[in-house]
């Protein structure tokens, strides 16, 4: 948004987090792209509403009740706001329009589907769990032995998505965990397909860096899944759809197995620290997906 | 409370008010009573918890959220807990047994039925609206064609509610809404029967006093269903079950009309402004359940 124009970027989230809690329908990705885009997030808590109030938990501690997912006060309203309005037929889409819209977002933001996918984990000799079971309730630290996304089967697009992506300049998959963020996007009917057909103009980030991921479970859970957790890794895993692999600096005595691949590999810092470093990654991006783009080495 | 042992005393309490809002199960009548006997409410805005925040509201007001049921912080997390309770399989029954545990109620508090019973009224020359569209939304400033109780006619006492009714040395019906708080009790099957059986020992309080509701539409309400909104009206209501009507000493001069109902009459100040004053009601309402209880005079 400090590259183009907001109103241009379409941004199309996962929507496999999402659980119910309290009765409430939980968006959690969808929220905290808003949230952010809106100015409105914690960055020092990284989740979640800045000058957040937990009323509402701590009352519900009192009671007893489940408080291992926190919901602060104001971000509750979210919940009730969606819930609500699903309850009356509206659809998860037109939900987060009038949500983005309410806190002045001109970024469409637009979820994967307004089919319920979610995403599910069985636990290494243990339960299938929830995703938030396994990120919040057991923070990641467990081993996982499959991942699946029930409801994908049936699942299709949201309106709007195929196009976003059938129509847009350049495509851009960002530094997420490739299991748990992307995959459930790939898994919905009809993605992946008309993302392979922009292969050439699909640029993505790696999220693992010299064989780690800057935060969460990315590179554990690729190691546990069979997949090599290094940019590499993420090559073999983005190749049938990704055009353009963009690894760190760290990692540039990769680039030539990523290109063996057959990604196009451009290094650069990829490590956002402040907003410029986002401006200055994205401008990296949108050149690197454009034909007449930045070369390998990532000079523009 | 104050004049037996709060263990002593069940006390069953109308769900027509219930309501869904926001996909959260709300029972604002039980939660009134809980947070009564728990000294949590607010006796100055009448009801809610003292002290309660609003950000929630805040929040969703900005989201153009609905926000005419004002639900405070605290307040939400007993919802929360409710949904999320009864999401799993508790019963209502269940549910309200462990607010009142974690808030240090000691009375036995039992919703008239686990099954759900909707109190719906339909506005003269409008539409049927639920209790809270009529009470709250409305703020019960339009006139009411007809009143009834959805699932009434399949709702089954909740357990316990009949053997409390039969078991009572003395049953209560405070000085409520003949038509929509004590109604829907009169609605669920078998309950009307079993305080019939018990009309030597039940005493009600009329809540109308000089032809005027203290607070709320009952009179209105009355008047407008075709009941002469004065004690001998609410006499008439319940002579089928109840055996001693108190009145307040405005009264007085309607004491024989009463009595001409087949109902004893006992006149007493039946103003709550104090506990004092609750006390001393809740006094005289046992002595004169009792056979040998208080006189017509109202002397102990």
Chains 1, 2 share one sequence.
């Not at 599910?120 to 699946?148: I, K, M």
Request: a negative charge.
């Amino acid at each position: 948004v400090r590259v183009v124009a907001p109103g241009d970027v379409t941004a199309v989230v996962n929507t496999g987090d999402d659980t119910e809690l309290h009765g409430l329908h939980i968006s959690p990705d969808l929220d905290t792209v808003t949230y952010t885009l809106a100015g409105l997030n914690d960055d020092e808590r990284g989740w979640g509403l800045a000058g957040e109030t937990w009323s509402v938990m701590d009352s519900l501690d009192r009671l007893g009740g489940e408080t291992w997912f926190r919901l602060g006060d104001r971000d509750l309203a979210t919940h009730l706001y969606r819930t609500q309005r699903l309850a009356v037929g509206a659809t998860l889409s037109e939900v987060t329009s009038e949500i983005t819209a309410a806190l002045g977002v001109s970024v469409r933001l637009v979820p994967m589907s307004d089919d319920p996918v979610r995403t599910r984990l069985t636990l290494l000799d243990g339960p299938e769990v929830s995703f938030q079971e396994y990120f919040v309730g057991r923070r990641h630290a467990v081993s996982v032995e499959s991942v699946r996304f029930a409801g994908a089967d049936t699942a299709t697009p949201a309106p709007g998505v195929l196009p976003a992506i059938a129509d847009a300049e350049v495509v851009v998959v960002c530094p997420s965990n490739p299991i748990v963020s992307i995959g459930p996007l790939l898994a919905v009917r009809g993605l992946a397909d008309v993302l392979a057909t922009r292969r050439r103009d699909v640029v993505a980030v790696s999220p693992i860096i010299a064989g780690a991921a800057l935060k969460g479970p990315a590179d554990r859970l690729m190691a546990e899944l069979g997949h090599e957790p290094t940019v590499v890794g993420v090559a073999r895993l983005y190749a049938h759809f990704v055009g353009t692999l963009v690894v760190d600096e760290a990692d540039s005595a990769a680039a030539d197995a990523v290109e063996a691949m057959g990604v196009r590999c451009v290094v650069a810092p990829t490590v956002m620290h402040t907003p410029d470093d986002a401006a200055a990654l994205a401008a990296l991006l949108l050149d690197s997906g454009r034909p007449s783009g930045a070369t390998r080495s990532g000079q523009r």
